[in-house]
């Protein structure tokens, strides 16, 4: 009577486990995080590429692209990547006044808050294939000779790679169970240097 029980608990745990990979897969969870994730990059592209149509203003297609891009920053760094993957990564002063670089990864169990399958792929999409585009307007301007569009386009690059490297740092931690090794330097200046460029850090949440 018993073995009988124990099997029809595995059956049901089983049944279980398909129903929820199945929703994961064919559901958005958070689709307002998942428009937001993608709707600041993309118009900054946009923005960029309509910019000589609609305004002979350098420094306001610049102010208009960074600060798209900066929502995009703050946005992707304390909201998206949280709620689409379980990711979360943010700068932190230890008490001998160091500063370090905190990588974290949630995980993955039945009934939590992290986005599914579908949100995962427009994440990790809109992560990578921005900065490409951004590199690809980088070799476009320098070959064309627009040289004052280069600050623009090294901005954007900054601003894109930082919260790409973060939230791979961030994927290494989940995929090796141990925090990555912080001795990369040039990583480190990079986030550094991107978050100087206005986009303020709140206060990390609560440990997961």
Known sequence: MTMADDTEDVELDFAADEQERARRSA????????????????????????????????????????TLLSFDFWSVKNVTGRLLVGLRWWN?????????????????????????EAEARIFWLGLIICPLIWTFFFFTSLFSLKIKWLSLVVASISLQVANLYGY?????????????????????????RTSSLGCYEEDPPAPM
Do not use: M
């Not at 791979?168 to 550094?192: I, Y």
């Open 92 to 116: 932190q002063i230890d008490e001998d006044g160091k500063s370090l670089w905190v990588f974290e990864a949630k995980k993955t169990s039945r009934g939590n808050n992290i986005g599914t």
């Open 27 to 66: 559901v958005l969870r958070h689709p307002l995080a998942s428009f937001f994730h993608l709707f600041f990059r993309v118009v900054a592209i946009v923005t960029y590429l309509l910019c000589d149509w609609f305004s002979e203003s350098f420094a306001s297609c610049f102010v208009l692209i960074i």
């Open 168 to 192: 791979l740092r961030c994927k290494a931690v989940g995929e090796d169970g141990r925090p990555p090794d912080t001795s990369s330097f040039t990583g480190q200046h990079l986030l550094q």
